[in-house]
């Protein structure tokens, strides 16, 4: 391959690269097949072996193909830059409007129509450590979002990219039937609008996933799981739900773990800054509640009772069994005992966020 100035820049024969064309007798009587990149013109000359003959069509053919394949190639680690730079921007609610931000999608190929959750992987150890140079680090990088496609075995359902500081980010499809694998007749329906809808079957499927990086990688990894939010700007609050239960749960139970809100227990309205997000844990941790006012003035009396039960069931007129009754039927509910401490203290905190906020 001949650049515009005349010197070979590629060849067959590597003792010839770098040299002019006018010092190379060999190939005067070589097949010229010129092309055009970046405006300029330059050419392939292919020689013949000896006593060869071979069809210039076909020829020119080949060259068109052969550029056309590195070509493609060349532009594969630009186009997965500028995946892993939107995807960033995207979760840091850098893109200004949704026009501008599907537009870049489709350029990119993605498909931001199926609603998603953010599932983030903090692969710092592994990406991060000591004399990793930046083109180690990527190509490490790929190698986690390589794993993380072929786990879910649908790329076009999986949009995954590095997002730097150790961070990759999974935008999983998470609607029921994107996440069937992992859901179980004896799931709770969640309301079609709750931002905690299907999140049972996104944890199953983030942990399922953090242990086939595991075994791929064989390093400890953490991993937050964030909530689905509606719009396209949801992606972004999901990204901080997932972040937000990636740090505390991390710092409180350690690597090797999936972590979300609502399993952090009192640590999620202790380590939580963000109002809204509290209030919707609290929502959600007392939503099984909802039409069963008899057990939420039970759970009243029992906190104004100091949880003494016997005290409580005086307070309600109960007998001591029903109140025991009722309070069984709590914590099948919701999953969490008023018995047990921490798990009265997370009642009671989702109680007073819900009262504070009308």
Sequence with gaps: MVNPEGRVVASSQPEWCGLPLASLEPLEGALPVPFRFGGQESRVLILPGE?????????????????????????????????????????????????????????????????????????SRYLLGPGQ????????????????????????????AYIGEGEVAVLKASDTRNLSLWTEDSDAEAPASSSWANLVALKRAGNALLDRLQADLGTPLGMGIGRYHRGLDGLARSYQDARAALSLGSRLSGENRG????????????????????????????????????????????????????????????????????????????????????????????????????
């Design 51 to 123: 006593g060869e003959a071979f069809s210039p069509r076909l020829a020119h053919g080949v060259v068109e193909l052969v550029l056309g394949q590195a070509l493609v190639v060349d532009r594969l680690p630009q186009q997965q830059e500028l995946k892993n730079t939107f995807i960033h921007d995207l979760l840091r609610g850098l893109v200004l409007d949704e026009e501008t931000l599907l537009r870049q999608a489709r350029i990119l190929g993605m498909d931001l129509g199926p609603p998603r959750a953010v599932i983030l992987i903090d692969a």
């Design 133 to 160: 140079d930046p083109a180690r680090v990527q190509q490490r990088a790929q190698l986690v979002v390589g794993s993380v496609v072929n786990f879910f075995r649908l790329p076009n359902d999986t949009i995954c």
């Design 259 to 358: 972590h979300t809100l609502d399993a952090l227990g009192v640590a999620a309205f202790v380590g939580l800054g963000d109002e809204p997000t509290k209030l919707g844990l609290a929502l959600h941790l007392l939503s099984p509640l909802d039409h069963e006012p008899e057990l939420l003035d039970t759970l009243e009396a029992l906190f104004a009772e100091n949880c003494h039960p016997l005290a409580a069931a005086r307070r309600l007129g109960l007998h001591r069994n029903t109140l025991n009754y009722r309070l069984d039927k709590i914590t099948s509910l919701t999953g969490l005992n008023p018995r047990t401490f921490d798990d009265a203290v997370q009642i009671r905190l989702a109680l007073l966020i819900r009262r504070l906020h009308g």
